[in-house]
């Protein structure tokens, strides 16, 4: 099976850059509609949030997703019912928190990803050093762990963390939680080039990003881009799918406008 890194290098290395729409699961009852548009509107991968009673890094928009989803009785194994019926051309990477994905063993709920279809996983607060075991479970189960790095992870520690992860590196923007912002983090960019310039794998920017010019903007250094607030802020306001889908169009088409970034060095690891 093709792993979802492989994909998502192959689509960088052909000059594309990455987009990757957010949509926490079992949010509304045709939320996998919203997937399915998503992947129509030129979504290269969509992460999809299984909600959790405590978000600590998501801000009011996510925190919201959320809790209507729980209040409309979504579980995790509902979600992966959802996505194993769906079975999507696209990559789906599922996030959730610690709690969740290791209450019952991290093999246990690896291998659940892998027989509804799913290709990545992101937690969130996982830190590196407890990484090991779920990264291996992951491995085991053919999906691609991510792990994350922020403005303020140190050089050595961003390094260990573009080698261990798999799929992509989540590069998180600013030192703060997931919403809407007026402007681009100015963080950002300089977070995106010290990963490029360690590894190879590709790097996606997230937090934040709230309009096409700001994806077009993060993907000047990235080789794509993370939206979830301002696309979960759609939805919540009672946005169809096929609104949902206008909106990711436009950021695709930001991103078709912006050149593919030089490529990293000859010697990075990863």
């Known amino acids: 099976m093709t792993t979802l890194e492989t994909r998502l290098r192959l689509r960088r290395d052909s000059g594309r850059k990455l987009l990757m729409p957010y949509l926490t699961g079992g949010v509304t009852p045709d939320w996998t509609d919203h997937l399915r548009a998503l992947a129509d509107a030129g979504a290269d991968a969509i992460e999809v949030g299984i909600p959790f009673s405590d978000p600590t890094l998501d801000g009011v928009t996510i925190q919201e997703a959320s809790d209507v989803a729980l209040a ?3 579980t995790t194994a509902g979600i992966l019912a959802d996505l194993s019926r769906s079975r999507i051309e696209v990559p789906v990477v599922v996030s959730t928190y610690a709690n969740l994905a290791l ?3 991290a093999d246990r709920f690896c291998r659940a990803l892998a027989e509804a279809g799913v290709r990545g996983l992101i937690v969130p607060d996982l830190p590196l050093e407890e990484a090991g075991s ?3 479970a992951a491995r ?6 991510a792990l994350l790095a922020s403005p303020a992870t140190p050089p050595r520690r961003l390094r260990e963390i573009a080698e261990r992860s798999r799929g ?5 923007s600013l030192m703060g939680i997931t919403g809407e912002r007026e402007h681009l983090a100015t963080s950002a960019a300089g977070l995106a080039r010290r990963l490029r310039s360690v590894t190879d794998r590709p790097v996606f920017l997230g937090f934040g990003i709230s309009t096409p010019a700001q994806a077009a903007a993060a993907a000047r250094d ?3 881009v993370i939206v979830g ?3 979960m802020r759609r939805l919540l306001d009672g946005a169809d799918p096929a609104a949902t889908a206008g909106f990711v169009r436009s950021l695709r088409a930001a991103l078709d406008g912006v050149p593919a970034a030089a490529a990293a060095p000859a010697d990075a690891g990863g």
């Open 72 to 74: 409309r009785g979504a």
């Open 168 to 172: 992509f590196v989540y590069a998180v």
């Open 134 to 136: 779920t990264g291996a």
């Open 229 to 231: 607030a301002a696309l």
């Open 140 to 145: 085991a189960a053919n999906v691609d762990l």
């Open 103 to 105: 209450r019952g063993g």
């Open 222 to 224: 990235a080789d794509g």
